[in-house]
């Protein structure tokens, strides 16, 4: 049982360049979520999902896009990616109010 | 103000020591309350969740006061593996999909 699986660990992007973060569960969980983790700040929720099919902002959507493909996988889209992104970013599924995350992607963007 | 407010420390114990940590929260209609444990690069794990009467699981003990609105975490008798960082999480206004972790605080158990 993987849980949450997250691709890529690691990722070195150069500004304006675009890239997909994968996020996968396999306990068949209704809602999955994806937050950011920077120094001070705390997780802050960017895009999360409520069901296959929908999807909402969070706190900080502005530069991110999302799609919930099916039940299983929730990917995170940097269209064109700027140093402020830089982050250790995290994927979460739930159930009733626990939330299981992922390993974390660490994003550096120069 | 913030939603989730908690001191980062570093709190610095020894071994066998007892810890408490507090937390507060500005939403007065939050209804669901957690701890969730983050060691150093690593992703947060649920710890406990917190009750209105408040709940044990071994050595930690979660208690939640509605009027002051603040949460705290007890540990006794600490263990070298308690060192991290512990996240105060609470339920955001949309009900419990939508949690709110504070920024954490720290802990270094030494031997």
């Known amino acids: 049982n993987a849980g949450v699986t997250q691709t890529p660990k690691f990722q070195v992007l150069k500004t304006g360049q675009s890239m997909t973060l994968q996020c996968a569960q396999d306990?068949?969980?209704?809602?999955m979520y994806w937050y950011r983790q920077d120094p001070g700040m705390g997780l802050r929720l960017i895009y999360y999902s409520a069901s296959e099919g929908t999807t909402d902002k969070g706190e900080v959507p502005n530069g991110y896009n999302v799609s919930r493909l099916n039940k299983r996988e929730f990917s995170l889209r940097l269209e064109s990616a700027a140093p402020s992104q830089t982050s250790v970013y995290f994927c979460a599924s739930s159930i009733g109010g626990t939330q299981y995350f992922g390993p974390g992607t660490r994003l550096l963007v120069l | 103000r913030k939603e989730v407010e908690q001191d980062p420390g570093p709190f610095n114990v020894p071994e066998g020591a007892t810890v408490a940590f507090n937390c507060t929260y500005s939403n007065s209609a939050s209804q669901s309350f957690f701890w969730y444990r983050q060691d150093c690069r690593k992703e947060p794990k649920l710890l406990m969740s917190?009750?209105?009467s408040g709940n044990e699981d071994g050595r930690f003990t979660a208690q939640l006061n509605r009027a002051s609105q603040y949460i705290s975490l007890l540990i006794r008798d600490s263990k070298l593996s308690d060192s991290a960082t512990y996240l105060c999480v609470v339920n955001g206004d949309t009900g419990f999909q939508k949690l709110v972790f504070g920024t954490g605080t720290r802990l270094l158990v030494s031997p």
């Open positions: 306990m068949n969980h209704n809602s």
């Open positions: 917190v009750y209105s």
